[in-house]
C-alpha cells in the first residue's frame, strides 16, 4: 500500500493554439512512494512546470491519469498544496490572514482556537513566528517564500508541490531555505515533488532526481536513486565521493545526453545557415559578371 | 564614554519630548501650506489689479467679498422657494449626485465584473460602451427628460450615466489583470464563486476600481452643474443659471469657488476611502 501512493500514468500533454499542436510532455510514467522527496529537473522549457500543474490538477492532461492515494486527480485541491514559484501570497492579507485563508477553508471541522493555534505553529515552523501582522509587502523574497511554504503544509497536503521553490532567491537564502525544507521534511515526512534546475539542491534534497528529456515531447530520460544518510549536511557532502558522483550523473544528463539534440539542431541551422551564404555569395558573383 | 552618550539619548526625550512634534508642524507649514497661500495670495493680487480699473467688466476680489457678504455669512438660511442659501443650493446637488453616484458604482462595478470575467460579454458589451461614454452628458437629458417626465430624475439619471463608464471599465481591466497565480491559489483552495469574489477578486481589483470611481465622482459633479442650468429648481448649478439672469457676476464667482472646493472634496474623500479599503496595497 505504502508504494504507488501517487501515481502518473502515460501522461501525455499537447497545447493546441492557433491551429498548430505542440507536444509538450509524451508518456511520463511515474510512481511515488509516500514521505518519499522527489526532484524533477530538465532544461527550461521542457515541460516541467506543465507536469507539475497536471498533478496539481490547474492543468488537464491530453492523455493519462495521475492517481494519488487510489483517487483520480482531475482538479486542483487542498490535499495536493502548491508552492509557486513567485510566492503568490495575496498582498492586501498580513503573513497570519495569507495563512488563515487556507487554514479556515481546508480545516472547517476545527475550532476556532485550535485553528488559530495551527496558523501559529505553521509559521514558527518556518520561523515566521515573528511577522504575523506584517504585509507580503514589508518582509524579503526569502521569507514570502517561507510564509507561501506555511501556507501549503498549514493545509496537510498528500503531496506537497514546489514549483522552483527557490529560484527567486539569492544564493545565500536559498542555502537556508533548503536546510528548513529538509528539516521540515525530517519532522513531517511528507511527500514532495519539486521542481528545479538546480543540480546541487536536486541530490541535496532529493530521494530520487527524475530527469526529463528536452522538449517538444519531452520524456523521462533517466531516473536516479540518491542514496544518502539522512540528515544531510551539505558541508560534509561537498567532500563526499558518493554525493560528487550523483552530481555528475546529472550533470552528464543535463549537459552531454541532452545536450546533444540541442547541437544537432544548432548545427542544422548552422548548415541552413552556410547554405544560405553560398547562396547569396553565388548570386552576387552572377550579379558582379553582369 | 559609552555611558554617558547613554545617559544623555535617555535624558533628551524627557526634556525635549515636544521638540521633534514642533519641528516637525513647522516643516509640515512651509513645505504644504506656505506654498499654496503665496501663490493663492499673488493671483489674488493680480486679479484685484486687472479688475479694478474703470473700463474693467469683471469684478475684482475686494467687491466679489462685498457683494456677496450677505452669502458667505448665511450659507443657511430659507425665504423659500429658490431663494436659499448656499448650503442648501450645494446640498441639493449633493443629493442628487449621491444617489446618481450610488446607482452608477452598483451597476458599474458589477458590470465592470461581467465584462472583465466572461470574454462573450466583452465581445458584445465593449463596443456598446466605447460609443456611448463618448456622448457628453449633457447630451443624455432632454432623451431622460422625455423618459421621466420630470427633472430630479432626469438630472440624476444624468449623473448616473456619466459616471458609470470610467467604473466599468476600470473595473473590468482590474478583474481582467488579477494574476493568474492569485485564480491558482483560489482554485487550489477550492474556493467558491462568492469566497473569490470577496477574498481574491475585489480586493485584487480594488485599486483599479477606485481609481475608476475617482474619476466618476468627478465627472458627475461636472454634470451636475450643467445639468441644473437646465432643469432649474434648487442646486447649485441652477444658482449660477439664475445669478447669470440677475447679472450679479459676484454670485457667480462666489458659487464657481465653491463647486471648485466641493468638487476637489469628493475627490480626495473617494480618494481616501480608497486608501483605507485598499490599505495602501494598490499592486505588489
Redesign the interface.
Given at each position: 500500500m505504502s508504494n504507488r501512493y501517487l501515481s502518473i500514468e502515460n501522461v501525455d500533454m499537447t497545447f493546441y493554439a492557433k491551429g498548430t499542436q505542440s507536444q509538450v510532455l509524451k508518456g511520463i510514467d511515474l510512481t511515488v512512494d509516500r514521505g518519499e522527496y522527489i526532484s524533477i529537473i530538465g532544461h527550461s522549457g521542457c515541460g516541467k512546470s506543465t507536469l507539475l500543474n497536471i498533478v496539481?490538477?490547474?492543468t488537464e492532461s491530453t492523455s493519462g491519469a495521475v492517481i494519488l492515494d487510489g483517487k483520480e486527480v482531475n482538479?486542483?485541491?487542498?490535499d495536493?498544496?502548491?508552492v509557486?514559484q513567485?510566492h503568490?501570497l495575496?498582498?492586501?492579507l498580513t503573513v497570519y490572514e495569507n495563512v488563515a485563508?487556507?487554514v479556515n477553508?481546508?480545516c472547517r471541522t476545527k475550532s476556532k482556537a485550535e485553528r488559530h493555534a495551527w496558523i501559529v505553529k505553521n509559521l514558527e515552523m518556518v520561523g515566521m513566528g515573528h511577522a504575523l501582522d506584517k504585509?507580503?509587502?514589508e518582509i524579503s523574497g526569502g521569507m514570502k517564500q517561507r510564509v507561501g511554504i506555511a501556507r501549503a503544509l498549514a493545509?496537510e497536503p498528500k503531496v506537497l508541490l514546489l514549483d522552483e521553490p527557490f529560484g527567486a532567491l539569492d544564493a545565500l537564502t536559498r542555502a537556508h531555505l533548503q536546510e528548513e525544507v529538509m528539516r521540515i521534511q525530517d519532522e513531517l515526512g511528507n511527500t514532495v515533488i519539486m521542481i528545479t534546475h538546480d543540480v546541487d539542491e536536486a541530490v541535496l534534497l532529493s530521494d530520487r532526481i527524475v530527469m526529463l528529456t528536452n522538449g517538444p515531447s519531452a520524456r523521462i530520460g533517466e531516473i536516479l536513486d540518491i542514496d544518502l544518510p539522512r540528515p544531510r549536511d551539505r558541508i560534509a557532502l561537498a567532500d563526499d565521493p558518493r554525493y560528487n558522483h550523483y552530481r555528475q550523473e546529472v550533470l552528464r544528463f543535463l549537459y552531454e545526453k541532452q545536450r546533444k539534440v540541442e547541437s544537432l539542431a544548432q548545427r542544422r541551422g548552422a548548415v541552413g545557415e552556410k547554405e544560405k551564404d553560398e547562396k547569396e555569395k553565388a548570386k552576387e558573383k552572377r550579379m558582379a559578371k553582369a | 564614554m559609552s555611558s554617558v552618550q547613554r545617559s544623555n539619548t535617555l535624558a533628551k526625550p524627557a526634556a525635549l519630548a515636544w521638540a521633534p512634534d514642533f519641528i516637525a508642524l513647522q516643516q509640515v507649514v512651509v513645505q504644504r501650506v506656505l506654498p499654496p497661500v503665496v501663490i493663492l495670495a499673488l493671483l489674488g493680487i493680480l486679479w484685484e489689479l486687472l479688475c479694478s480699473s474703470p473700463g474693467a467688466v469683471l469684478p475684482p476680489p475686494s467687491q466679489v467679498l462685498r457683494d456677496t457678504w450677505e452669502l458667505i455669512a448665511n450659507p443657511f438660511y430659507d425665504h423659500g422657494g429658490n431663494d436659499v442659501g448656499m448650503a442648501w443650493q450645494i446640498l441639493a446637488s449633493l443629493e442628487r449626485v449621491a444617489y446618481g453616484y450610488s446607482l452608477a458604482v452598483v451597476a458599474g462595478i458589477a458590470l465592470g465584473v461581467l465584462v472583465g470575467q466572461s470574454t462573450w460579454a466583452m465581445r458584445g458589451l465593449d463596443p456598446v460602451f466605447q460609443v456611448l461614454r463618448t456622448v457628453p452628458p449633457l447630451a443624455w437629458l432632454p432623451i431622460s427628460l422625455a423618459g421621466f417626465q420630470d427633472s430630479t430624475p432626469s438630472a440624476i439619471f444624468v449623473i448616473f450615466i456619466t459616471a458609470i463608464w470610467p467604473i466599468i471599465i476600470n473595473t473590468s481591466v482590474g478583474i481582467r489583470n488579477i494574476p493568474e497565480d492569485y485564480r491558482n491559489v483560489a482554485r487550489v483552495l477550492r474556493l467558491n464563486g462568492m469566497e473569490y469574489f470577496t477574498r481574491i477578486m475585489l480586493p485584487a481589483a480594488a485599486p483599479y476600481i477606485f481609481s475608476g470611481l475617482r474619476i466618476g465622482v468627478g465627472l458627475s459633479w461636472l454634470a451636475i452643474v450643467a445639468a441644473e442650468m437646465l432643469i432649474g429648481g434648487v442646486g447649485i448649478g441652477f444658482f449660477i443659471w439664475d445669478a447669470w439672469n440677475a447679472s450679479m457676476i459676484s454670485d457667480i464667482i462666489l458659487a464657481l469657488v465653491y463647486v471648485g472646493i466641493v468638487g476637489f472634496v469628493l475627490d480626495r474623500l473617494v480618494a481616501f476611502i480608497g486608501n483605507r479599503v485598499t490599505r495602501g496595497t494598490a499592486q505588489g
Open positions: 496539481a490538477g490547474l482538479s486542483p485541491g487542498p495536493r498544496s502548491v509557486f513567485n503568490s495575496l498582498p492586501w485563508l487556507a477553508k481546508t504585509r507580503p509587502a493545509m | -
